[in-house]
């Protein structure tokens, strides 16, 4: 999972800056594909793992750049020739000097194109990647991380709604956050395919998966499990995938329901979602379920979308 670690300054693009503007000199226009990025959040959430995808893709970068100093890295990073595209990191360690963060940012938004990018996580999550970590949180080790937690998301309430992207990376580990920011960043993307998919198989008998996003139900479909040669198969064995398609039933609901999450897929993005769970269950995570999380997840990569597949119940 992403943890809590933090990145230096990119070594890079080291000098690239360049000298200060003289005193009273007139401001810098922006050249094509200028752009700070500033990536912001909570403590845990991923922001030295995103601070390095940026990197990847030819961002200047800095970690923990003191807010007051924003609009000087700014007009420097326009003066220079080399480096248009920016990202840094400002959160918490900041302390009560991260309040100024509004202002200056409508003031930098002046000077060159800037999106905010605000990382966050549940606390369950937040609270067993310190653990794994062993790290401390950034507001002290006197008090407990749930506590610094609390603190903390109240301290950045007002940045997060200043934020262009917010990403919940519960559900990410450090490659999916990577490959999700590369993907939405690269050629200036950030369009209704930005999003990760996951089709989840489960049996009902088993309860259904708490982090389920949309659930369907289909066990109105007819139950392979009755056939004797189908019952310790999977949904994933052909024969069994065969059997289930015969019905017009099943064909009709695939269709359906892939042109319904076609539909919905660029909404969720719109609102800043990142990842959505589709679960499919049936009694018990076996046959049908596996086999229609299958297809559709197949069809929404017809269509274009990052899926992966996951079978929660099924034998192995």
Do not use: W
């Amino acid at each position: 999972m992403v943890s809590p670690g933090r990145v230096k300054k990119s070594s890079g693009a080291k000098g690239k800056l360049g000298r200060a503007p003289a005193s009273g000199r007139q401001r810098i226009k922006p050249r094509d594909g200028s752009e700070l990025v500033i990536i912001t959040g909570m403590s845990g959430s991923g922001k030295a793992s995103a601070l390095k995808a940026f990197e990847d893709l030819g961002y200047y970068c800095v970690d923990n750049l003191p807010v007051e100093l924003i609009p000087r890295f700014a007009e420097l990073a326009l003066q220079s020739g080399e480096i248009p595209r920016t990202a840094l990191v400002v959160d918490v360690r900041e302390g009560t000097k991260l309040e100024k963060l509004p202002a200056i940012l409508r003031s930098v938004r002046k000077i060159i194109p800037t999106r905010v990018i605000y990382l966050e996580a549940s606390d369950p999550v937040l609270l067993r990647r310190f653990s794994e970590t062993r790290r401390p949180h950034p507001l002290g080790a006197s008090i407990p991380v749930r506590a610094s937690l609390r603190t903390e998301r109240k301290h950045l309430r007002s940045i997060r709604a200043l934020a262009d992207l917010v990403i919940d990376t519960s559900k990410f580990n450090v490659h999916e956050l990577r490959a999700h920011l590369i993907d939405r960043f690269t050629h200036d993307a950030g369009g209704d395919h930005s999003i990760l998919v996951s089709c989840v198989s489960f049996g009902f008998k088993h309860g259904v998966p708490d982090d389920a996003d949309l659930v369907f139900d289909v066990r109105f479909l007819p139950n392979p499990h009755f056939v004797p040669d189908f019952r310790p198969l999977t949904g994933r064995d052909p024969r069994v995938a065969k059997y289930i398609r015969s019905f017009p039933q099943t064909k009709e609901f695939i269709r359906r329901i892939s042109d319904l999450l076609v539909y919905l897929l660029p909404h969720y993005v719109r609102e800043g979602k990142s990842y959505l769970t589709i679960s499919f269950g049936c009694t018990g995570g076996q046959h049908r379920s596996v086999m229609i999380a299958e297809d559709v997840g197949h069809q929404l990569r017809k269509a274009g979308y990052k899926v992966k597949v996951l079978h929660r119940d099924s034998p192995k």
